[in-house]
């Protein structure tokens, strides 16, 4: 059983997540119950693994039994800002809101807590506190891709204050060039500027690499009405 886990957790390092959740499931089978350490450290990679293949409702199971068992701090914050997460992509916005307060009140404090934060006022359109979370996350790290690229979208997108906007959107790509949603913002950012030859070529690479993200089609989408 022993060889089972460790074969799990050398799956999970080299992100082969279907494989290593085959493992974890087959140990899990032989375990004590009342061994609540290794049950816990199964549950804790299994929620992991299923959260990267976007199975967010097994990973919600394990997740949730790590959170009301482990004694481990940070593990707790982990699968409680990866509880948050979820949520957020789930659309469960006052979930992940409930799970971050909860984080917060324990004194956690991190660039990664506020970035959800942010993405979840910006989720529920209270763009004016995900803007001043941002600029929290930056407080903590002023190079932190995250926080540059969502408060520049926000500035751009609300109308706030897009040329600003368009220089942190610029920053990110700078820190990440091949990350297609920092590449999605800078040409939303372009088009909201008024420069629409710009906008359609980093969108064009954004879809590049992410053919499938809904968002980005939908902005090149409407680019492309504008300029027709």
């Known amino acids: 059983m022993v060889g089972t886990i460790q074969e799990?957790?050398?799956?999970?390092?080299?992100?082969r997540w279907e494989l290593a959740i085959q493992e974890f499931?087959?140990?899990?089978?032989?375990?004590?119950?009342e061994d609540e350490t290794l049950s816990g450290d199964l549950a804790y990679y299994l929620g992991l693994c299923y959260t990267k293949l976007e199975q967010f409702d097994e990973a919600l199971l394990y997740l949730e039994q790590v959170v009301?068992?482990?004694?481990?701090?940070?593990?707790?914050?982990?699968?409680?800002?990866?509880?948050?997460?979820?949520?957020?992509?789930?659309?469960?916005?006052?979930?992940?809101?409930?799970?971050?307060a909860r984080l917060a009140e324990t004194g956690f404090e991190s660039v990664q807590l506020y970035t959800i934060l942010a993405y979840t006022a910006w989720a529920d359109r209270q763009y004016q506190k995900a803007v001043d979370l941002y600029k929290k996350a930056l407080q903590l790290d002023n190079n932190n891709a995250t926080a540059i690229n969502g408060l520049g979208y926000i500035l751009v997108d609300t109308a706030m204050d897009p040329q600003n906007g368009l220089l942190f959107c610029k920053k990110a790509v700078d820190i990440n060039p091949k990350n297609p949603s920092y590449l999605d913002s800078l040409?939303?950012?372009?088009?909201?500027?008024?420069?629409?030859?710009?906008?359609?070529?980093?969108?064009?690479?954004?879809?590049?690499?992410?053919?499938?993200?809904?968002?980005?089609?939908?902005?090149?989408?409407?680019v492309a009405g504008e300029a027709g």
């Open 8 to 15: 799990g957790i050398r799956l999970f390092n080299m992100k």
């Open 25 to 33: 499931l087959e140990a899990l089978t032989r375990v004590n119950p």
């Open 68 to 100: 009301t068992g482990t004694q481990n701090a940070m593990r707790m914050y982990q699968c409680r800002i990866t509880l948050a997460y979820i949520y957020v992509i789930t659309k469960r916005s006052k979930m992940a809101e409930s799970e971050l």
């Open 187 to 222: 040409g939303w950012a372009y088009f909201k500027t008024g420069n629409h030859k710009e906008a359609v070529n980093w969108l064009r690479r954004a879809l590049d690499l992410a053919p499938q993200q809904k968002e980005i089609r939908n902005h090149i989408k409407i």
